[in-house]
């Protein structure tokens, strides 16, 4: 049974950082790609970062320089790092796995998906 586990969320003021874990469960963790989406009230989920079976990263114009995305796959976890956090990185995050090599924000690339958890920025 496949899960995923987002924590981490929670309350910040702008300019501070918050980092997510997402523990996955349930398949070969290393051989998937893994990513993070979020969704802000009112908008469509968009993807945020993602990190390949070979460690290569892609970000999200929005969050480059900001944020970084990571794994440990003894752990079978992927990572979300933010920091300089803004109001609109308000959302709730979702963590998404991609079998084999994957390297798009797409969401029909990912058949694996977390619950989320709630990220609030405020001023």
């Known amino acids: 049974q496949v899960q995923m586990v987002e924590t981490g969320g929670g309350s910040v003021q702008a300019g501070g950082s918050l980092r997510l874990p997402c523990a996955a469960s349930g398949y070969i963790f290393s051989s998937y790609s893994m990513a993070w989406f979020r969704q802000a009230p009112g908008k469509e989920r968009e993807g945020v970062a993602l990190i390949d079976i070979y460690g290569g990263t892609s970000y999200a114009d929005s969050v480059k320089g900001r944020f970084t995305i990571s794994r440990d796959n003894a752990k079978s976890t992927l990572y979300l790092d933010m920091n300089n956090l803004k109001r609109e990185d308000t959302a709730m995050y979702y963590c998404?796995?991609?079998?084999?090599?994957?390297?798009?924000?797409?969401?029909?690339?990912?058949?694996?998906w977390g619950q989320g958890t709630q990220v609030t920025v405020s001023s």
């Open positions: 998404a796995a991609g079998p084999g090599w994957v390297f798009g924000l797409e969401e029909h690339r990912y058949n694996y």
